[in-house]
């Protein structure tokens, strides 16, 4: 089993920076990819930016140049680096991390910018 646990969501005014945090525990060997997802009000949840040794990074198109992902092996640990926040990046930030076929899911943060 491997948990997930999320942090540095918040409130952010427009044109501002977060840095999300998700830390995995448990059975952390074999990882294939860890990401970030997002789901706002009224949306389906949809893929930000993943890291993963088959494909490197990726980062959605809606964010890119944006936001950076990054990970700690030595922690267990992604980040995400969010800059020049949006009011349209307002959501509910999911951990994902990929290990032998099975996806596990953090219970997410909340971010919100205002305008």
């Known amino acids: 089993q491997v948990q997930l646990v999320e942090s540095g969501g918040g409130l952010v005014q427009a044109g501002g920076s977060l840095r999300l945090s998700c830390v995995a525990s448990?059975?952390?060997?074999?990882?294939?990819?860890m990401g970030w997802y997002r789901q706002a009000p009224g949306k389906q949840r949809e893929q930000v930016a993943i890291?993963?040794?088959?494909?490197?990074?990726m980062v959605a198109d809606s964010v890119k140049g944006r936001f950076t992902i990054s990970r700690d092996y030595a922690k267990n640990t992604v980040y995400l680096q969010m800059n020049s926040l949006k009011p349209e990046d307002t959501a509910v930030y999911y951990c994902n991390l990929v290990r032998n076929s099975v996806t596990y899911w953090g219970k997410g943060t909340l971010v919100t910018v205002s305008s």
């Open positions: 890291i993963s040794g088959a494909v490197g990074t």
């Open positions: 448990g059975s952390v060997s074999s990882i294939n990819a």
